[in-house]
Each structure stands twice: as C-alpha cells, then as structure tokens.
C-alpha cells in the first residue's frame, strides 16, 4: 500500500501542491487527472523520490520511503511524461543498461529485452539508434524499461503519448493485467476517455488540492452527470469551454 499523507510542495512563496492526502492500494488503476499546472507531475516527482515533499509524508508499506529510497525504488517502475533516453543507444542496449543497473541477471536481462521488444513490435529495429525512433517508439521503450523489473508500483504521466491505435490498446491490456497481478499503478493522464474504460478509481486535482476521489461510477451518481469529462468540467473548468470555441473560430474570421 502506498499512502499519501499531507504532503505539500512549494516553491518559494508558490504552492504547486497543498496538503494531498490519498492511499493507492494493490490491484487498483487510479486515474490522476488535472488541468495543466494542477500539480499532477509533481505529486509523481515526489512519489518517485525524485522531488521532497516541503511538508508531509509518502509511507508505502508503513515506512516513509526517504527512509527506505534505494530499497523503495528498487520496485517501483516509473514512465514520465518526456521520453528522455540515451538517443545514441539502440533499444537492446537501453533496456539492457536499465536492466543491469536493476540487477537483473544476464541471462534473464537478454530474455526479458527480446520479449518485451517483440511484443512490442521494435524487434525489427532493434539495430537502429533510439534517435531515430518516433515518439510512439521511444514511449514503447520508457514503458518496457518501467516493468523490466517486475515492479511492485508503476507510475505512468501520459503513457499513451505518441503511440498508435494497437499499442494503445495494448498497454491497456496490460494496465488490467498488471493490477489483476496485485500490482499498485497511478496512471496521470488528459484523455479522459482512456481513464473512464481503464482505471477502477479517479482523483482529481484542482490548483494543487484534491477535488474528488472516488470509482468514475459513484462521481457519476453523486453528481447526476453521464460521463468523466462532465464531471471533470463540472470541478474544475472555471469557463464555457463552448463560447471560448465559438470566440477562436470567430477570430479566424477577422
């Protein structure tokens, strides 16, 4: 279980993220959604290990994870929303550096890359520099990397970026797959059509503050509204979304 506790993050005099408190339990796709600038890809940062809270606690499995950091991300997997990747690599000889530093055995390590690469359908280029893969090839190996170890909490801001129509179902797949696995996923997204069909629970985030935190068919009873996208404009959208259409395409007119 990974719990959420207080934690804030400031900058300064400006507060990114005001006192969010939430548990992530095994088996469960949460969904973390927000406006840009809501704070969302520095709740994963702090999550991560990679930023400290300025107040506040991160606990997974009872203890305070900068009190366990090495242990602690040694099974956490974690996709950010920037593919950045030794470019100068091929695919092979990323997840092979991954997975080295993860520790994992060599005969294991070279199994693991040919499948995860097959599966992926990168096999095919597995000679060719990282440089010169698409942003959807690159996404494929962030997300191979993530799992290479088996993590026990996988974090994904935007992993859908850039892929096409079959891996997108794919990964979707494999979300359910790794939650029925008892696995912990936090998954920050935009596309609230992907969040509604895959993940069992949604939080969302206003101005550094939880809005809401419930399963997307509760939201949906609780506030009368049909569907994610009206409830996330319903809390968080501060304008007619509408009239702001119809303003730009009159703009185009002038």
């Avoid at 470019?87 to 991954?98: H, K």
């Avoid at 509760?218 to 506030?223: N, P, S, T």
Wanted: hydrophobic share 40%.
């Amino acid at each position: 279980m990974l719990e959420v506790q207080q934690i804030a993050k400031v900058y300064g005099s400006i507060p990114a993220v005001r006192e969010l408190s939430f548990t992530l339990r095994p088996g469960e796709i949460c969904g973390y959604l927000g406006p840009n600038g809501s704070g969302k890809t520095t709740t994963l940062k702090m999550l991560t290990g990679l930023l400290k809270p300025t107040r506040g606690h991160i606990l997974f499995q009872g203890v305070d994870i900068r009190r366990q950091l090495i242990e602690y991300r040694s099974v956490l997997g974690y996709v950010p929303e920037e593919p950045h990747v030794y470019s100068y690599l091929t695919g092979p000889e990323y997840l092979q550096l991954v997975g080295r530093l993860r520790g994992i055995s060599e005969s294991v390590l070279a199994e693991k890359t040919e499948r995860f690469l097959r599966s992926l359908s990168l096999w095919t280029d597995r000679y060719a520099p990282i440089s010169a893969y698409s942003k959807g090839m690159r996404q494929k190996i962030l997300i191979a990397a993530a799992l290479l170890h088996a993590p026990k909490v996988i974090l994904l801001d935007e992993p859908f970026s850039g892929l096409d129509v079959t891996s997108s179902l794919i990964l979707k797949n494999l979300l359910k797959s790794l939650a029925a696995q008892g696995k912990i996923v936090l998954y920050s997204s935009h596309v609230l059509e992907v969040v509604e069909r895959v993940c069992s629970r949604v939080i969302i985030l206003h101005r550094g503050r939880v809005v809401a935190d419930d399963s997307v068919e509760r939201l949906r009873d609780l506030m009368k509204l049909p569907s994610l996208e009206e409830i996330f404009a319903q809390l968080v959208v501060g304008e007619d979304t509408e009239q702001v259409a119809w303003q730009l395409a009159g703009a185009m007119q002038l």
